[in-house]
């Protein structure tokens, strides 16, 4: 009697009556996945920025999150996961789970300049990219302190001192370490690289004195641009940037190979569900085309970016591309 399993009323189970009730397990199951790609999201979202608050990785972050948290009808709460010039954060994105309730706001350091700079960067390309968030040209800025008001003026300082100048960045494999040592190797100067955990510490030892150079995004240095106490040397935009006017452009002092853009965007990890990536991705176009966010963008100097998945991966190939070229050219290696 032992045998007598799958039965109604203790009858052995006819074998259409065990199709059909398959049948029905797996349209139950089929249901289940529909209502909750069609629900999502039903709590709150955490948005991991792989750098310190302050940044312009974490400012950009922040004005997208609120009003993205207003259209998905959640929360979207920024998370700093900062460290190994983002690639801490990077890849606890990349390690959890795709229910889409764990979301990176990337930066094209983490996504295009720490995977050529760094073997162990593989888990970056398993990231599903959502949608572009913004984009925004560097800037090379040193201290009044320093002397030079010019780029061809702190040149010829940095030429006097070898090694006795610093070069503060975000972190080992940033952008800004590697923007900074393709200025060191097109320039011919030679400076103390010294990493910081994101560019608002980097940008505080510049401002104590501990050190002479930093790049970064326009939008964290605005002030202190303003009020003078940051001295631009030049941007590294196509075009000079309408909130530093009078600032040259890299391709304008004779730095071709620094005519790079900075963008920010979102991803989510692999596995992430198609239908979830739709949601997030419609969420983007209508947060960066919405009012709050074009008007914190615009006086922070950042340009709204919306993309398709396609899109944005077709940004990081292109980032990524162009930066191992530099890198092999220049023969430029981080230790």
Known sequence: MGAQHGTDGGAPM????RIARFAGWLFALCACSVVHADSY?????????SFEPGGSTDVSARVVAQELGRILKQQVVVENRAGAGGRIGTKSVALAKP???TLLWGSGSSLTAAPVLFSDQGHVATLVPVSLGATQPFVFVTTPAVGAKTLAEFIVLAKKRPLGMNFASAGNGSSNHLLGEIFMSATRVQLAHIPYKGSASAREALMKGDAQLMDEVTSPLLAQLRSGQLVPLFVTGDARDPLLPETPTAREVGLPDLVITGFFGLLAPAGTAPAVVDVLNAAMKEALASVPVNKAFENLGFTPAYSSPAQMSERIAQGKARYERIVKERAIRVD
């Open 14 to 17: 006819k074998p259409w009556r």
């Open 41 to 49: 999201p039903t709590r709150p979202i955490t948005l991991v920025v």
């Open 99 to 101: 229910d889409g309730y």
